[in-house]
């Protein structure tokens, strides 16, 4: 079931959605709450390998090694170049019920320049959440940290869930984390078959 404000907003007041911090009760629209650019940031680079290895391979560079962090305060400004992915997060730090998911994309005003994202935040989650930002213009993009560059829009399952009941690679996080696709369980299955 998608929630409006009227059902939203209490949640918060009750202390059941924890949004910190919360800029201005502004933030929450009819059907979404608007979300902003945090501090810190995982910048891609070309560095001398030819390619990320989410393979698993024991001898691959480290997928953290092809991002270089970076930080800006509340109010600067950052660049976004041409097909250029960044690592962030919401400055916000979100709790959510665990009957309550959440999904995100990007505002309309930040679309229509080429900034895409589009991620779900399960049931129970704690954490900023962690952004992929990638500039699909083929113009560089300024922005500045702190403004409203996301929408959060969230639906109520039928019954909660334990987000905890298993192992997360992601939990809990406050900054950008890079991609853990090489850790994927399935990733070690499949290096023991043999492909002949």
Known sequence: MYLTKDEIFPLYKSGELIIRPLLSEEQFGEMTLDLRLGTDFLVSFQGREPYIDATGDVAARPISSFFQETKRLIGETFFLHPHQTVLCSTLEYLKLPNDVFV?????????????????????????????????????????????????ARFFKLSKETNYFSGERKYACQVRPVPSKANLDKEISILQKMSFK
């Open 103 to 151: 999904s995100i994309s990007t505002r309309s005003s930040f679309s229509r320049l080429g900034l895409l994202i589009s991620s779900i935040v399960q049931p129970g989650y704690c954490g900023c959440l962690s952004l992929e930002l990638t500039n699909h213009n083929n113009n560089a993009i300024k922005i500045r940290v702190g403004s409203a560059i996301l929408q």
